[in-house]
């Protein structure tokens, strides 16, 4: 690749730690992936970090590298740069991950948790290019938000802000992993669909694709073949996501009247999924938020997919 101001994202996860080369305008240029090891001791976790830089940095010698971003697991302190005690990486406990990286690189680095960054990088780069207030949540394994005003990404006072996956819609609903009830979360995740599709195989006997792309196994059952079998026509799948479309609604009415952002990003996978209920979301909307013009705020699918950690850290240093 020429020369070029790039800035280096790495997306660090519980199994994986990905880095990649982001030009000015948001294009992930080059990749890697490595192993993590998050149950070892911190220097070890730490050279597998340095192991998917150097990589990138090896295979792109001529690259100006402006500066290095990192989402981790959190909770983490983004004015500081430390990890204080992920439960997926026990193997970092009060760790100045920033400072270790820009001691081994000699350049500027980032750290902030992947909803933050990613809701940064749609601002920057992605669907919500050009408006000023920002709500972004990705719906996945888990459900994770960020909230950005003037391309800053709003911490709150200890950094803890925006955890708006926990935020819950139902007191007497389902326990969380979080230990609150009815977390939209747990309601709304990728394995809550799958659950939702589930219960409504067992309590009946109407006939869906899903038990055949499960071969009867639905302990099985993912949001990914929920989706298949949507697709694909199949009418419980469907009822599935309308119900969760319509769980949604009632946590968004709630961000809108609390928030009233200029536009709304979803990403993630289970996000992707959701989309085909945009408007069906936007048509409710005033049903579950006393702000008369609810419906205006444009409700979009996230521009970076399975690139949104990479993408989310590298803007942690283009922004303002």
Not at 4 to 15: A, C, Q
Not at 49 to 65: C, M, Q, S, Y
Not at 109 to 126: F, K, M, P, Q, S
Not at 275 to 303: G, T
């Amino acid at each position: 690749m020429a020369s070029e101001s790039v800035v280096l994202g790495v997306d660090i996860g519980g199994t994986k730690v990905a880095a990649g080369l982001v030009s000015s305008d948001g294009a992930v240029l080059f990749k890697a992936r490595v192993p993590m090891l998050p149950a070892g001791d911190a220097a070890a976790a730490f050279a597998a970090v340095k192991g998917a830089i150097d990589t990138v940095l090896e295979a792109n010698p001529r690259a100006e590298l402006k500066g290095i971003g990192i989402c981790s697991p959190g909770p983490l302190d983004p004015r500081t740069g430390v990890v204080i005690n992920p439960p997926n990486l026990p193997c970092w406990r009060n760790f100045p991950l920033a400072a270790e990286v820009e001691r081994a690189f000699g350049v500027r680095a980032r750290v902030d948790n992947d909803a933050n960054a990613a809701g940064l990088a749609e601002a920057i780069w992605g669907a919500a290019r050009g408006y000023q207030n920002i709500f972004y949540a990705t719906i996945g394994t888990g459900i994770g938000t960020g909230i950005v005003f003037g391309q800053r990404i709003y911490h709150g006072r200890t950094g803890s802000a925006a955890e708006g996956g926990h935020v819950s819609i139902d007191y007497q609903g389902p326990q969380c992993a979080c230990g609150k009830r009815g977390c939209i979360e747990v309601l709304c995740s990728g394995p809550a669909i799958a659950q939702r599709a589930r219960a409504k195989l067992l309590e009946g006997t109407a006939r869906s694709t899903l038990r055949e792309l499960v071969e009867g196994n639905l302990a099985e059952l993912s949001a990914e073949q929920v989706g298949e079998a949507f697709r694909a026509g199949d009418a419980l799948a469907a009822e599935t996501l309308r119900e969760t479309a319509d769980l949604l609604t009632v946590w968004l009415g709630s961000v809108i009247d609390l928030l009233e952002p200029d536009v709304i990003v979803i990403g993630g996978g289970a996000g992707e999924l959701m989309s085909a209920f945009f408007d069906r979301i936007q048509v409710q909307l005033p049903r579950w938020s006393i702000n008369q013009r609810c419906s205006e705020i444009p409700l979009l699918k996230a521009r970076y997919g399975a690139d949104a950690g990479i993408a989310g850290a590298a803007a942690l240093c283009r922004a303002r």
